[in-house]
Nanobody, 115 residues
Framework: QVQLAESGGGLVQPGGSLNLSCVASGSMYTIGRLGWYRRAPGKQRQLVATATNGGTLAYADSVKGRFTISRKGADKTVFLQMNNLSPDDSAVYYC?????????WGQGTQVTVSS
């Protein structure tokens, strides 16, 4: 059974930084896409950033230039460095993995940006 273990959320002041990490386990297959989505209160879940095993990166427009996703090739660990955070970034961040065209989700980690 595929499991995604997230860590690194928390409370940070505006302008601050956080680093999220996610480790995937339980699958013998290559993880095609690995990354992050988020859901803010009253809003739909939205893409934050993903990385394919081939090295293709995708970012939401709202985080470009502030967030950096890193994953080494087909590695099962992915990191999200978040800089210059604003209150609009407050949300539950979910690790996401796509394996053989099937989607998997982590439990989520809360990120709160507040003074």
């Amino acid at each position: 059974q595929v499991q995604l273990a997230e860590s690194g959320g928390g409370l940070v002041q505006p302008g601050g930084s956080l680093n999220l990490s996610c480790v995937a386990s339980g699958s013998m297959y290559t993880i095609g896409r690995l990354g992050w989505y988020r859901r803010a209160p009253g809003k739909q879940r939205q893409l934050v950033a993903t990385a394919t095993n081939g090295g293709t990166l995708a970012y939401a427009d709202s985080v470009k230039g502030r967030f950096t996703i890193s994953r080494k090739g087909a590695d099962k660990t992915v990191f999200l460095q978040m800089n210059n955070l604003s209150p609009d970034d407050s949300a539950v961040y979910y690790c996401y993995a796509q394996i053989l065209l099937k989607d998997y989700w982590g439990q989520g980690t809360q990120v709160t940006v507040s003074s």
